[in-house]
Structure formats: structure tokens, C-alpha cells
């Protein structure tokens, strides 16, 4: 019974706390009332396509609407082809046929909220992974009508986590706070990923821990994700996401 109670204690401190400030932070913001008031329109986040003839590969993410904002983001992928004067965009949604290509802008703002970029690779790396990225999205197990499950997933993190995963090349890792993309399929997974430097282990996404080069420590619970980043030093707080150190 201890031992219990000192679980609760970790998790109500760890997990449960930072969460709720993060939820009672985004209460105070301004945020549109429904989906059809929101801005989806372009950022200027990226460059204009047919201005940087180089090949590029961009992983973004925007924190997402209505209350779901205060605990997770949106992310999807965007590709350029050398010499291209547009982008595509992949991402993965709740309603109809799930994976969608340029639905909306490259750099589109999601549910008004503006998108970052995760990461980002260019010039000749792109260009030897784009078409990986394209096998990846047409080989994402789930997706078909009805494949999309806000919590724990499937959902767009878990559409995104599967591509980086897919194509260890591009060298990205989702933020902390993108929900469900520790989603695995029945019971669970455990492995060690040489692409990476890890080991992992999840129950469907719902509880696990990541150690490694990349991940530095992470434990997981409910979809939150606590820990702290080694190789680029920051602290990776439940719902809020990464609170850079240096």
C-alpha cells in the first residue's frame, strides 16, 4: 500500500500537475470558438516553393483546437521536389478518408494556432529520402475510414511518428507533446532502434518509457510524456512540451 501511494504521489507530481497548469495556461488564450471561425491559412512559415530551388523535407506542428490544444499538438510532414514550385502536404485527420494530401496550406495555421517547425532537412539528403517518405505514407497501416482515434491514437502524431520512424534517414523525433505517437497496434511494442540510439516500450501508448542517444529519458503515462533531453538540453514537461535549458 506504500508503494501505491508513493505512485500516486509520482504521478499526481510528474504527470498530473504540469498537465493542468499547462490546461488552466491555454484556458486564458485567445482561441476560436468553432472550426469554421479558426484561420487555416498560410503561416509564411516556410520559403516560398518556387523561390529555394532545393529539395526539402519539413516535419510541423501546431497545437491543436478546443480543449485538445492544451495537451497535444498537430503534425504533419511537407515534401519539396528539386526544382518544384509547390510543396506537399501529409497529414492525417479525423473525418472522411483520412490521409490527406494538400488539404490545406503547406505552412497552413491550424485551428488559428501557428506552426513550427520540428525539423527540417534540404539539398541532396531530401532528395535521397522524399520518395522513402511517400512509400512511408502509402504503406501507414491505418488508413482507412474510421482509422483515427484522438486518444491514444492512431491519430495525425501516430500517422507522423510511423514516417520518421519508416525513414530513420531524415533524422527527426516527434516533440513530447504530440499525442499518440507512442501508439502501437494491440498490446504493445518493445525494441531498440539502431537508427536512433534507443530503447523503447509502450502498452498502446498509454504507458512506456524511451532511453537513449536520441530520446535521453522519457516516461510515459496516458499519452503525457515527462523526461529530459541529454543531447540538445531541455526538459520535456507533460503537456507543455520542451522548456529548453541552454
Same mark, same amino acid.
Given at each position: 500500500?506504500?508503494?501505491?501511494?508513493?505512485?500516486?504521489?509520482?504521478?499526481?507530481?510528474?504527470?498530473?500537475?504540469?498537465?493542468?497548469?499547462?490546461?488552466?495556461?491555454?484556458?486564458?488564450?485567445?482561441?476560436?470558438?468553432?472550426?469554421?471561425?479558426?484561420?487555416?491559412?498560410?503561416?509564411?512559415?516556410?520559403?516560398?516553393?518556387?523561390?529555394?530551388?532545393?529539395?526539402?523535407?519539413?516535419?510541423?506542428?501546431?497545437?491543436?483546437?478546443?480543449?485538445?490544444?492544451?495537451?497535444?499538438?498537430?503534425?504533419?510532414?511537407?515534401?519539396?521536389?528539386?526544382?518544384?514550385?509547390?510543396?506537399?502536404?501529409?497529414?492525417?485527420?479525423?473525418?472522411?478518408?483520412?490521409?490527406?494530401?494538400?488539404?490545406?496550406?503547406?505552412?497552413?495555421?491550424?485551428?488559428?494556432?501557428?506552426?513550427?517547425?520540428?525539423?527540417?532537412?534540404?539539398?541532396?539528403?531530401?532528395?535521397?529520402?522524399?520518395?522513402?517518405?511517400?512509400?512511408?505514407?502509402?504503406?501507414?497501416?491505418?488508413?482507412?475510414?474510421?482509422?483515427?482515434?484522438?486518444?491514444?491514437?492512431?491519430?495525425?502524431?501516430?500517422?507522423?511518428?510511423?514516417?520518421?520512424?519508416?525513414?530513420?534517414?531524415?533524422?527527426?523525433?516527434?516533440?513530447?507533446? %504530440? *499525442? @499518440?505517437?507512442?501508439? &502501437?497496434?494491440?498490446? /504493445?511494442?518493445? +525494441?531498440? =532502434?539502431? %537508427? *536512433? @540510439?534507443?530503447?523503447? &516500450?509502450?502498452?498502446? /501508448?498509454?504507458? +512506456?518509457? =524511451?532511453?537513449?542517444?536520441?530520446?535521453?529519458?522519457?516516461?510515459?503515462?496516458?499519452?503525457?510524456?515527462?523526461?529530459?533531453?541529454?543531447?540538445?538540453?531541455?526538459?520535456?514537461?507533460?503537456?507543455?512540451?520542451?522548456?529548453?535549458?541552454?
Amino acid at each position: 500500500m506504500k508503494l501505491f501511494k508513493h505512485l500516486l504521489l509520482f504521478i499526481l507530481l510528474v504527470f498530473v500537475t504540469p498537465a493542468l497548469a499547462t490546461a488552466g495556461w491555454w484556458m486564458l488564450q485567445d482561441r476560436p470558438g468553432t472550426w469554421s471561425s479558426a484561420d487555416w491559412s498560410s503561416s509564411g512559415l516556410l520559403p516560398k516553393a518556387e523561390a529555394d530551388r532545393k529539395a526539402a523535407v519539413y516535419v510541423l506542428a501546431a497545437r491543436t483546437g478546443g480543449l485538445k490544444g492544451a495537451f497535444s499538438l498537430h503534425s504533419w510532414i511537407v515534401t519539396k521536389q528539386a526544382g518544384a514550385a509547390s510543396y506537399d502536404r501529409y497529414d492525417k485527420v479525423g473525418w472522411g478518408a483520412p490521409i490527406r494530401k494538400n488539404s490545406r496550406p503547406a505552412d497552413g495555421r491550424w485551428y488559428s494556432n501557428e506552426p513550427f517547425i520540428v525539423h527540417a532537412l534540404e539539398g541532396k539528403a531530401a532528395e535521397a529520402v522524399i520518395p522513402k517518405v511517400e512509400a512511408a505514407v502509402a504503406s501507414y497501416p491505418f488508413s482507412k475510414p474510421g482509422d483515427y482515434h484522438v486518444w491514444p491514437g492512431p491519430n495525425s502524431n501516430s500517422f507522423v511518428a510511423h514516417v520518421l520512424r519508416s525513414v530513420p534517414e531524415l533524422g527527426a523525433t516527434m516533440p513530447p507533446n %504530440a *499525442t @499518440g505517437r507512442d501508439f &502501437a497496434a494491440g498490446i /504493445g511494442a518493445i +525494441g531498440w =532502434s539502431a %537508427a *536512433t @540510439g534507443d530503447f523503447y &516500450a509502450t502498452l498502446h /501508448g498509454l504507458a +512506456g518509457l =524511451s532511453v537513449g542517444a536520441t530520446s535521453g529519458l522519457e516516461l510515459h503515462f496516458m499519452g503525457l510524456v515527462a523526461g529530459i533531453d541529454i543531447a540538445r538540453p531541455a526538459l520535456k514537461i507533460p503537456a507543455y512540451g520542451r522548456w529548453e535549458i541552454f
